[in-house]
Nanobody
Framework: LQFVESGGGLVQPGGSLRLSCVASEFTLDGYHIGWFRQAPGKEREGVSCINFDGETNYADSVKGRFTVSRDNAKNTVFLEMNNLKPEDTAVYYC???????????????????WGPGTQVTVSS
């Protein structure tokens, strides 16, 4: 199992990007997927997640700006990022996440399975 992230780039503050997450030789349907990011000199943090049924969860820092979605037919999870800020600059990763007994996905990784990530740079 390996995740592959794409869609990052350089964007000006206030701009938008759409990240994609696919898994090699693995079907994402039925699993809960989270997006994480790591800025230079900082620990990796949870950004957003989506459970098997499409319910979502967001870190406070991105609520109202980021939207996570999934297309099981394309075996892909997306992260739509709008109104980007310089503090969103980081390498973004996707991986499996657990859920609570109420089926809410959690912003922590299930295992230590990480892809190469995709760089997002927000700068004027």
């Amino acid at each position: 199992l390996q995740f592959v992230e794409s869609g990052g780039g350089l964007v000006q503050p206030g701009g938008s990007l759409r990240l994609s997450c696919v898994a090699s030789e693995f079907t994402l349907d039925g699993y809960h997927i989270g997006w994480f990011r790591q800025a230079p000199g900082k620990e990796r943090e949870g950004v957003s997640c989506i459970n098997f049924d499409g319910e979502t969860n967001y870190a406070d820092s991105v609520k109202g700006r980021f939207t996570v979605s999934r297309d099981n037919a394309k075996n892909t999870v997306f992260l739509e990022m709008n109104n980007l800020k310089p503090e969103d600059t980081a390498v973004y990763y996707c991986t499996l996440v657990p859920i609570t007994p109420q089926y809410t996905c959690r912003l922590i990784p299930t295992d230590d399975i990480w892809g190469p990530g995709t760089q997002v740079t927000v700068s004027s």
